[in-house]
C-alpha cells in the first residue's frame, strides 16, 4: 500500500513507490509527435534529456499506444517488443542526467484515426465520433479483454526496457475515461451504468497491470477531476474513483480534466490557437472553416494559475497516496502553494516546454516563474515534426 509522505519545499526529494525522486517537479506528458513507425527517435531522446537535464525530476513520454487500434497519430510510440530497444536507450539518457522517466501508456478508443488504425474505432457505445468523421463500435467482451492484457503487457516491456514508472492514462476522454463518463458510456451491461461498473475498466486495467509489473514498481494514473461539460464525469464521483484506484494499489494520481473529442482546451485553458491548427489542416476548406468558426469549434477557457488547485483538494482530503497537481503551474508561489496544501509532486507541463531549464533557475534563485503565454501554439507544433515552444526564445 502506498504511504502517504508529508510535504516539503519543491527542492526536497520524495521517494515514490521506492523511485527516488530528487526533488518534487514532474514533466507530464506533453505529446511529442516525435515517433515516426512508432519508435523512440533520436528527437525524442534528445527532447528527453534535456528537460531531464533541466533539473525536472521526473519526465514522462507522452501518450504511447497500448495496441494499433488505440492510436490517433502515425508518430505516436506503439508499446511492442520493437519499441524496447529505443525506449532503454531514451531511460539511459535521462538517468544520465540524474532524472527518472515515466512512460504514459493507453488507447485512445473512440477518437482513433481510422486512417492510421486502418478500420472503424471502438468505443464504450455507439457513436458518430467528429473528431476521426466515423461511427464508433462498441467496445466487445472479447475487446475488452485484450485491452486489460495490452495495458499490462505494454507496462511490463516498459519496465524490462529501464523505464523507471508507468502511467496509466484514465483520463481526457480516452478509453477507460469513455467508459468512466455517463456521456460516452451509455451501456447496459456490467461495464456501464452505476459508477462500479464504469470504472470496471479502470480497475481491471490496473488490477492486471499491477500484477504483470510487480509491487515495488511506481504505476501512476492520470485521471480527471471532471470532463468539462454537462452530462460528462464530476467531482463527486471521480474523487470516489481515486478512491478505487488507491484501494487497487496506484502509487499516485495525476489529476486533470477535459475530453479531447468534446473539449480539448479545458484541460489547458487560455488561447485557443486557431491560425496554426488551421495551418495544419491538409484540405483547403478545412484550412478556411477552422480560420472562420475555430473558436466556435474550440471554445476557449479562461486560464488562471493553479486552475485545478480547489477541485484536487476535493481528491486530497478523500485519499492518503501520493498526488500529482498541475494545471498552469508556472512560478514558485504557485507551487508552494500546491505543496503547501497537500500535494507531494507539481506538474508543470508548458512551463517546461517553454524552458526545460526552469526548475534549475528556479531551484538557484534566477527567476521565480516561467514566461509562457499561454498561447497554446505548442499544440499545433505536435503536427508539425514535433512539439516545441513557439516562443521559446523569448525566456
Ligand atoms: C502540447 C501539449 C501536448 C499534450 N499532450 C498530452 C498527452 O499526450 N497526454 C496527456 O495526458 N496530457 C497531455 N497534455 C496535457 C498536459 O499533460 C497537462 O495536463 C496540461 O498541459 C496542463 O498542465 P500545464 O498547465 O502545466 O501545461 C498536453 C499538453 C500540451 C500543452
Ligand atoms: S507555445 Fe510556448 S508560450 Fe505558448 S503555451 Fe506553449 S509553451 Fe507556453
Not at 464521483?237 to 494520481?253: D, K, N, P
Request: contains cysteine.
Amino acid at each position: 500500500m502506498p504511504s502517504y509522505s508529508p510535504v516539503g519545499s519543491a527542492f526536497t526529494p520524495f521517494t515514490l513507490e521506492g523511485l527516488r525522486l530528487r526533488n518534487r517537479i514532474v514533466k507530464p506528458a506533453t505529446f511529442e509527435g516525435m515517433c515516426p513507425g512508432g519508435l523512440v527517435s533520436d528527437a525524442l531522446v534528445a527532447h528527453h534529456r534535456e528537460v531531464a537535464a533541466g533539473g525536472t525530476a521526473l519526465t514522462t513520454v507522452a501518450y504511447a499506444s497500448i495496441s494499433p487500434d488505440g492510436r490517433s497519430y502515425p508518430t505516436q510510440i506503439l508499446v511492442r517488443p520493437e519499441a524496447a530497444p529505443g525506449l532503454s536507450r531514451l531511460a539511459d539518457a535521462v538517468h544520465r542526467e540524474g532524472a527518472a522517466v515515466a512512460l504514459q501508456i493507453g488507447h485512445c478508443g473512440d477518437f482513433a484515426n481510422p486512417r492510421v488504425i486502418g478500420g472503424r474505432p471502438m468505443g464504450a457505445s455507439r457513436r458518430f465520433s467528429t473528431y476521426g468523421l466515423s461511427f464508433v463500435r462498441p467496445a466487445t467482451e472479447e475487446d475488452l479483454a485484450r485491452v486489460v492484457a495490452d495495458f499490462a503487457r505494454a507496462a511490463r516491456i516498459a519496465r524490462d526496457a529501464g523505464i523507471d514508472a508507468v502511467e496509466l492514462h484514465f483520463g481526457h476522454g480516452y478509453l477507460v475515461s469513455q467508459f468512466l463518463s455517463p456521456f460516452t458510456n451509455r451501456r447496459t451491461d456490467r461495464w456501464g451504468g452505476s459508477l462500479e461498473n464504469r470504472s470496471r475498466l479502470a480497475v481491471e486495467v490496473l488490477r492486471a497491470t499491477r500484477t504483470a509489473v510487480g509491487p515495488g514498481f511506481p504505476l501512476l494514473a492520470k485521471v480527471n477531476l471532471r470532463d468539462g461539460f454537462a452530462g460528462g464525469l464530476e467531482l463527486d464521483e471521480s474523487v470516489e474513483v481515486a478512491r478505487r484506484l488507491e484501494a487497487e494499489g496506484a502509487s499516485a494520481l495525476v489529476l486533470s480534466c477535459g475530453f479531447v473529442s468534446r473539449t480539448p482546451l479545458h484541460m489547458l485553458r487560455g488561447e485557443v490557437p486557431v491560425r496554426r491548427m488551421a495551418a495544419n489542416q491538409e484540405r483547403w476548406h478545412a484550412r478556411i472553416g477552422l480560420t472562420l468558426f475555430g473558436t466556435l469549434l474550440v471554445p476557449a477557457v479562461p486560464y488562471t494559475e493553479g486552475f485545478l488547485l480547489e477541485e484536487g483538494k476535493a481528491v486530497r482530503a478523500a485519499v492518503r497516496l501520493p498526488l500529482v497537481l498541475l494545471g498552469g503551474l508556472k512560478s514558485m508561489a504557485t507551487v508552494d502553494r500546491a505543496l503547501g496544501a497537500g500535494f507531494e509532486l507539481v506538474g508543470m507541463g508548458r512551463a517546461l516546454l517553454h524552458d526545460p531549464s526552469l526548475p534549475r533557475r528556479m531551484e538557484r534563485g534566477e527567476v521565480d516563474g516561467s514566461a509562457c503565454v499561454p498561447c497554446n501554439e505548442c499544440i499545433a507544433e505536435m503536427d508539425r515534426g514535433g512539439v516545441r515552444c513557439t516562443r521559446r526564445d523569448g525566456r
